[in-house]
Nanobody
Framework: QVQLVESGGGLVQPGGSLRLSCAAS????????MGWYRQAPGKQREMVAT???????NYADSVKGRFTISRDSAKNTVYLQMNSLKPEDTAVYYC??????????WGQGTQVTVSS
């Protein structure tokens, strides 16, 4: 019954910034991590950033230093601030919430396009 509602994707020029948001439609109990994944055409889906309930973060090497993940646990919301965007960041970005029981909720995906 839980759905993840994403917003903030779109078209941006190289070097620009976007802020992605993802909010759960229902209260999710027993959250282990919240995170963002992305998939470019012809490529495997990859982890971009995750954050645990305790606030520990993990980033893909390709985005480290440019992206920042944060969350508001009370609102079941996760954010991804993306700065210094590059064309290779172009992909469909998927919001993810993983529960302690190892079940996952996924967003529908939001397109991020970095192009001149």
């Amino acid at each position: 019954q839980v759905q993840l509602v994403e917003s903030g994707g779109g078209l941006v020029q190289p070097g620009g910034s976007l802020r992605l948001s993802c909010a759960a439609s229902e209260t999710v109990v027993g959250i282990y991590t919240m995170g963002w994944y992305r998939q470019a055409p012809g490529k495997q889906r990859e982890m971009v950033a995750t954050i645990t309930n305790g606030g520990s973060t993990n980033y893909a090497d390709s985005v480290k230093g440019r992206f920042t993940i944060s969350r508001d646990s009370a609102k079941n919301t996760v954010y991804l601030q993306m700065n210094s965007l590059k064309p290779e960041d172009t992909a469909v970005y998927y919001c993810n919430i993983r529960r302690i029981v190892r079940s996952d909720y996924w967003g529908q995906g939001t397109q991020v396009t970095v192009s001149s």
